[in-house]
């Protein structure tokens, strides 16, 4: 778009004048050495104007062919660039950039008005409706940075110095002309005020948008649909929003789809998420966070990996001192058809709540449970979800939908089902549960925990279930560690399983997406307090140093936790230790993959067959269902799992006649 401009000749004047164009005054324009008068006709003009050269050709929808240029329109204070197309704008265009190759076609308003930041600098208030959790939103906000502001007032002084970077970063992009980028299109829309329209953008009917951010790309190019209307936003790279959705004060993160009339006020939607029909109400929608039903509302609730079903439904308000309390549903955690939770609430990861809950309850410490209404109790199955092939499935799916194409990712997502986040929770639900039975007693018919009730049987299930899931987990760690690797002896193993750093021991956390040692969280925030990170750039290149050394932490975690279950540091661990850790992995990885084919059996029964073979007979009903879903025998699924179990059995039986030979 850099080019040298010049004054119009007379000839040139007198041309536009023939061509019903106007001018406040015509010294004010100036054009590129190659401007052709012919493609400008019809336009009055006001302010500093600037024009590129108009000699291409758009093709529109139905192959309807149109030159670029201008025509219909009131420009003012403008600068055009190279090979724009600008037609039928009823109202005016003020106050912009505008890059090569941008078609705006039958557009009310489009302009700028006084100094505008676009969106950055917005405070959304979220998780907390009634306020105090309030956090300026910017062009790069991860979800990660995010939670730190979100849930991290209890370090002021971290709080203030990344809200003094932000806002650096706002008055750095702070102008009073607004930019649409290269490449853009504007196609029957209404009033846009105040925004910045990256590279690529696709607006289409849309109604009104007014303060905020289209950040595109040329990857994956934003798309904003009919009817929306949007206030005080920032949008990222590959985001559709469409379908007469209605959005004031949010942040709307890579990837993500709003559509199909959704409602979202004062709310962050990070990487992923896809929301239709339903409402959200100062949310922190983490990564991957789905809502697609009508009567679905989300309000005042840190998510990420969450599938909400059907009427799903959470309170925040016991009409006392307003809207203040607050939940949160940990990673993967599933809500279904008409489930309820009154807040303040916290679930535990991949945990799946159904029926209605009134009692407060916190059970992050009981991941991967059911948490069910019956007669008016909480009822908590723990560990239950372990078994449940649709928890495997979900694990597999995410990372296969990333939308995400941009090469500049913003948010650092870590997909791993079991990691020292999750399997550290499933260390605490053990002795939770062990001491339940110590101290109530083995006859007891239920237990209380957190104002959940569990009944016996759940509570030796559950101690079985999380032993398989970390042992499987420590198992995988000790695998991948001494894979492709032969030991002459003991001392070869002992220094292969030492950590290489000595970070990781001790509590994990999950930054909405990326899993972390808090530790070396807690670092990244002595450093923003003392000054050592002052930017944005810079503590977003932590998060990615934290992303990037994952699997170091994860080993320095999992060997500390093997040396307290085998009871041995590691100058003393043998090779018959490990083939006992690896021979408890293996029936681990089986046990649970047959109770996983054994939940799959339960989609193949007869009540699932039910409405099969309309009008038939039974043998009808049979050939239909199979016809539909096939069989149980030829399952993908169930083949996948089979071929697992024999992969993972065969890996295990490597590792232990390699190891043998130390003997």
């Known amino acids: 778009m850099i080019q040298k401009y010049r004054s119009l000749t007379k000839e040139e004047i007198n041309q536009l004048k023939s061509q019903s164009c106007v001018s406040d005054s015509w010294d004010t324009i100036r054009v590129a050495e190659k401007f052709n008068t012919k493609t400008v006709f019809s336009t009055k003009f006001s302010g500093n104007i600037k024009l590129g050269v108009f000699d291409k050709e758009f093709t529109f929808f139905g192959g309807v062919k149109k030159p670029a240029g201008i025509n219909n329109a009131i420009i003012h204070n403008c600068i055009i660039g190279n090979n724009v197309y600008i037609g039928k704008i009823k109202n005016y265009l003020a106050n912009y950039i505008i890059e090569d190759d941008v078609v705006i076609e039958n557009v009310d308003m489009i302009a700028v008005e006084g100094e505008s930041s676009f969106g950055n600098g ?24 995010a939670y730190i502001l979100t849930l991290y007032r209890h370090r002021p002084k971290v709080i203030e110095a990344l809200e003094k970077m932000i806002a650096d970063y706002t008055k750095s992009v702070t102008s009073s002309m607004g930019l649409i980028a290269r490449g853009a299109k504007l196609i029957n829309c209404k009033t846009i ?90 949310i922190f929608a983490g990564p991957y966070t789905v809502s697609h039903h009508k009567s679905t509302l989300l309000i005042a609730g840190l998510f990420s990996f969450l599938n909400a079903g059907s009427g799903s439904n959470q309170s925040n308000h016991m009409y006392k001192l307003g809207p203040i309390h607050q939940g949160i549903l940990e990673r993967g955690a599933k809500t279904t058809s008409n489930s309820y939770i009154l807040w303040p609430a916290k679930i535990g990861a ?32 723990p560990g239950i979800n372990l078994q449940s092939v649709g928890t495997v499935r979900d694990a597999q799916k995410w990372s296969k939908r990333d939308k995400r194409k941009d090469p500049k990712k913003l948010d650092y997502i870590n997909f791993n089902l079991l990691s020292p986040y999750t399997i550290q929770k499933m260390m605490n639900g053990s002795e939770i549960l062990s001491r339940l039975k110590a101290s109530s007693g083995k006859s007891s018919d239920y237990y209380f925990y957190q104002k959940c009730k569990i009944n016996n049987p759940s509570i030796n299930k559950g101690l079985r279930l999380y032993e398989i899931g970390i042992n499987k987990f420590l198992g995988n760690s000790i695998i991948k560690r001494l894979e492709k690797t032969n030991f002459k002896d003991n001392k070869e193993i002992q220094k292969r ?74 100058s003393k661990i043998t090779s018959k230790d ?16 047959i109770m996983l084919i054994e939940d799959i059996k339960k989609e193949f029964s007869l009540n699932t067959k039910t409405g099969f073979g309309m009008d038939g007979e039974e043998t009808d009903k049979q050939l239909d269902f199979m016809q539909v879903r096939g069989n149980f025998e030829s399952n993908n699924t169930v083949l996948s799992i089979k071929k697992h179990i024999v992969e993972k059995t065969n890996l295990g039986n490597e590792l232990i006649e390699r190891i043998k030979k130390v003997l």
């Open 122 to 145: 917005v405070r959304v208030k979220t998780i907390n409706e009634g306020g105090g959790r309030e956090i300026p939103i910017y062009d790069y906000l991860s979800a990660h940075t």
């Open 193 to 282: 005020k105040n925004v910045k329209i990256g590279v690529n953008s696709t607006i289409e009917g849309a109604c009104k948008l007014s303060n905020g951010s289209i950040n595109s790309s040329i990857e994956v190019p934003a798309y904003l649909g009919s009817g929306v209307i949007i206030e005080d936003f920032i949008i990222c790279s590959g985001s559709k929003i469409s379908d007469a959705t209605l959005i004031s004060h949010c942040f709307i993160g890579q990837g993500c789809e709003l559509s199909k009339h959704y409602s979202a006020d004062n709310s962050l939607f990070f990487a992923n998420c896809q929301c239709f029909h339903g409402e959200a109400c100062s």
């Open 350 to 381: 991949f945990s799946i709540i159904m029926g209605r809950h009134y009692r407060n309850s916190d059970t992050s410490d009981l991941p991967f449970s059911y948490l069910i209404e019956k007669h008016d109790d909480s009822v908590l199955i």
């Open 578 to 593: 490990i083939i006992e850790q690896v021979e408890k992995w293996k029936k681990s990885v089986v046990d649970l993959d």
């Open 497 to 570: 399983l030492k950590p290489d750093i000595p970070i990781g021991t001790g509590k994990w956390i999950d930054l909405a997406g990326l899993i972390a040692p808090k530790e070396i969280v807690g670092k990244l925030l002595s450093d923003i307090e003392n000054g050592k990170i002052s930017s944005i750039e810079q503590v977003d290149n932590f998060f990615k140093l934290i992303y990037d050394n994952y699997n170091t932490y994860e080993w320095t975690w999992a060997i500390n936790i093997l040396q307290q279950r085998i009871g041995k540091k590691i």
